[in-house]
């Protein structure tokens, strides 16, 4: 055992059938029990034995590396996201020193890995962006949920919606932290027009979660349109800009098709298109025969993952964009290379 609690095991079973590999089953044949432990990596090989009584017997070397649960159940999560939930109607705020524009904000948010990403990291961007509200009012805001809001897709194990196993984050903080920074967007939004909405599509990460968790801020904020969906892709328009949102973890070649086959109005009546995306954590723009391709960066720092591929050296920043009725106006990069 080592010194947080990290167990070895290895035994040697004969079984009729060969086991599933999830978690779960490896654990329970190593004699762990998954409501205490949680899997760390897990392998096994087959041999065949054979015997005059029972012919051949396949047996199963099964190798496993657990770790202690912290102790978060589902009445734990589910107290965090009733923790003073009410509706929050938020008056627009009349101030003559500031204009009103006839722009529109958008605001995209990829790729945050709350769990991995702690609130206090990203305080400077909410101070930046309140920075740029202060400015101006504006015609609308659009905030883009592009997935991987949360680390994990789970409560009482920190695995991806293909159960990819992670390295553990504190499930309850993530969601707690992840309610306190949108919120908050969406309480400074709400104050600086009158019309705000949440545009979201699932991640590789949290396709589940990410649908919970956005459908409570929809009752929290009725104020705000919220589009909460499962499918891979979304789209919006505004004015004569149109944008497809999707996470850029599958048909991502096919994204400036996809986007005038799927949702041939907005194709049809905009003149500025452009797809958002992220999940590679790093900044690209180009231009694909007239479609804008806007691949989002990440304000998160790195994690064990990346850190061993040495995928660290992209700026950790987002970008929050200002568009007219025609075309982008403005960029504001929000963040920093430094996130403690």
Known sequence: MTSDGEQDAQVLVALKHEPDKSPDTLMKLCGYDPSYFELVSGEYKVYEQHSKAAGT???????VKVRPRLGITTDELAAVLNEKVKPLPIKHQINSHAPVVGRSLVIPLFDL???ITKLAQLMPILAQLKAIFERQYYNQVVIELGGDTLHSDYIEKTQTARNTQLDHVNTVQAWRDAKQ?????????????????LFAVPGNHDADTQWAFVDGLA???PNISAHNTTDYRQAFQIGHVGILLAHGDVALKKLPMLFANEYPQIWSGTTWREVHYG?????????????ILRQMGTPKPADGYEKKNGYTMAHHILQVYEYSDQRLELTYTLGGDKVA
């Open 181 to 197: 920074f949108i919120g908050s967007v969406i309480e400074m939004a709400s104050r600086r027009t009158t019309l705000v909405s």
């Open 57 to 63: 017997v396949p047996q199963y070397a099964i190798h």
């Open 279 to 291: 999940h590679f954590h790093h900044e690209v723009t180009d231009d694909e025969n007239g479609v």
């Open 219 to 221: 009752d929290r904020y």
């Open 113 to 115: 890995h709350f769990g």
